[in-house]
């Protein structure tokens, strides 16, 4: 039934950078006048803003930056390589347009340290010497750096990245691939929840991942030491690099599981099925406005840290792109009553739901695992919608049968 098509592949390819003390310094500047130009082009839209006058478009904004390297007050912008700077209004102008289409909060200034990085758009700008482990960026000459793996595809752009004090490259490749076939086809409900991270509807559970839980009181105390310390003492420094050590390990656990179990799950099923939970209203706010301060912020913003922590959308992200390369499918289905409803006689009721963890039945007696019972439902609710998606695109033969429109389906919903 199905045509074997190709389909394009996007990958992101990160290697571990070994710069010299010269070279780090460069790019820790080059990064700093990324963020300058970022937080310079901010202040510019809200004075603007504040004045009634349109915000500017990229095109205005380059106008702009071309006058700050002129500008002699900011003459040492001129020292950076100019390709990176055009990308930091680029991300400017997507924070806007986020904001605007209420994806995201409003842009706020970038803060030195946090997210440090600047990205070549352009492949002419940078060479790649895989053979030789190093990488060619302008004005910093070539870089070494830890060829894990060969890249695949044709780069399209790089960025260069500091995170908890080292440096990584990563080159963006597209490439053609066949479309694949997955070569299960058994379909899969997942419940995402707390105490279990993951339970799938045919009984396999995933515990969580408790990763940062693990590490916070090691890392509160170092915290606590590094706040004692006088700030850019020798001691504040080690006190730092310990901090940001710890950091550095709870973020590798952590997509080191998600990883793990994101992988088994897209090669065992061709068809995913989660919740479609709104992951970001869950977590947003706990603590509610001045005006309409939220009910139990405490243990909102417990579930609120287990969520972030969890890594629920990191996870549906991973999950998502993975089947995809294996020819399989991730789908949302809302969830309605997935966690009331009987999988056995269907009865819907919230005394169905005895505790977070039991679910028994009023009307036939079923008792399950809730969370099994969620998966399960899942499963259902996603059949059902899949099969009528699939007999709509069917009805409508402009529609087709790709995997966009499913997605695009899945997206109207
Ligand atoms: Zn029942």
């Known amino acids: 039934m199905w045509k074997i098509e190709s389909m394009q592949r996007l990958q992101a390819f990160k290697y571990e950078l070994v710069p010299d003390g010269q070279q780090e310094r460069q790019m820790r500047r080059f990064a700093g006048s990324c963020r300058f130009v970022f937080n310079q082009a901010l202040a510019l839209q809200k004075e603007r803003y504040a004045h009634g006058e349109k915000t500017l478009g990229y095109a205005g904004l380059c106008k702009m930056l071309t006058?700050?390297?002129?500008?002699?007050?900011?003459?040492?912008?001129?020292?950076?390589?100019?390709?990176p700077l055009q990308p930091a209004l680029k991300d400017l102008e997507w924070a806007y347009s986020n904001f605007f289409a209420q994806?995201?909060?409003?842009?706020?200034?970038?803060?030195?340290?946090?997210?440090?990085?600047?990205?070549?758009?352009?492949?002419?700008?940078?060479?790649?010497?895989?053979?030789?482990?190093?990488?060619?960026?302008?004005?910093?000459?070539?870089?070494?750096?830890?060829?894990?793996?060969?890249?695949?595809g044709t780069v399209k752009s790089l960025t260069v990245r500091q995170s908890c004090g080292q440096?990584?490259?990563?080159?963006?490749?597209?490439?053609?691939?066949?479309?694949?076939?997955?070569?299960?086809?058994?379909?899969?409900?997942?419940?995402?929840?707390?105490?279990?991270?993951?339970?799938?509807?045919?009984?396999?559970?995933?515990?969580?991942?408790?990763?940062?839980?693990?590490?916070?009181?090691?890392?509160?105390?170092?915290?606590?030491?590094?706040s004692r310390k006088t700030t850019f003492s020798s001691n504040w420094k080690k006190a730092k690099a310990r901090v940001q050590r710890l950091h550095a390990r709870i973020g590798h656990a952590r997509r080191d599981v998600l990883h793990k179990t994101s992988t088994a799950i897209s090669q065992n099923h061709a068809l995913v099925f989660v919740e479609d939970l709104q992951v970001r209203n869950l977590s947003k706010s706990a603590a509610g406005t001045t005006e309409?301060?939220?009910?139990?912020?405490?243990?909102?913003?417990?579930?609120?840290?287990?969520?972030?922590?969890?890594?629920?959308?990191?996870?549906?992200?991973?999950?998502e792109y993975k089947l995809e390369w294996r020819g399989g499918w991730l789908i949302a289905v809302p969830p309605q009553n997935t966690s009331r409803t009987c999988p056995c006689?269907?009865?819907?009721?919230?005394?169905?739901?005895?505790?977070?963890?039991r679910f028994a039945c009023v009307e036939?007696?079923?008792?399950?695992?809730?969370?099994?019972?969620?998966?399960?439902?899942?499963?259902r609710a996603g059949?059902?919608?899949?099969?009528?998606?699939?007999?709509?695109?069917?009805?409508?033969?402009?529609?087709?049968?790709?995997?966009?429109?499913?997605?695009?389906?899945?997206?109207?919903?």
């Open 383 to 413: 059949h059902a919608r899949f099969a009528c998606e699939v007999s709509d695109a069917v009805r409508s033969p402009a529609a087709g049968t790709h995997r966009s429109d499913l997605g695009a389906a899945q997206c109207r919903a």
């Open 345 to 357: 006689c269907g009865q819907v009721s919230a005394a169905n739901r005895r505790s977070q963890a």
């Open 167 to 226: 440096w990584f490259v990563s080159l963006q490749t597209e490439r053609e691939v066949e479309q694949p076939r997955h070569p299960s086809t058994t379909a899969v409900g997942i419940d995402l929840g707390v105490a279990r991270f993951a339970t799938l509807s045919d009984g396999t559970v995933y515990a969580p991942l408790n990763s940062f839980k693990r590490h916070e009181t090691a890392l509160r105390k170092a915290q606590q030491a590094m």
């Open 292 to 319: 309409a301060p939220g009910r139990n912020v405490r243990t909102k913003s417990g579930l609120n840290k287990s969520i972030l922590d969890q890594g629920w959308a990191e996870f549906r992200r991973q999950l």
């Open 364 to 379: 036939c007696g079923f008792a399950e695992h809730a969370d099994l019972v969620g998966a399960i439902n899942i499963l």
């Open 67 to 83: 006058s700050w390297r002129n500008n002699p007050d900011t003459a040492w912008l001129a020292e950076a390589p100019v390709h």
């Open 103 to 152: 994806r995201a909060g409003f842009p706020r200034f970038k803060k030195k340290g946090q997210h440090d990085s600047f990205r070549y758009p352009d492949p002419t700008q940078f060479k790649l010497d895989q053979g030789n482990s190093r990488v060619f960026l302008p004005k910093l000459g070539w870089l070494r750096d830890r060829n894990s793996r060969d890249v695949d």
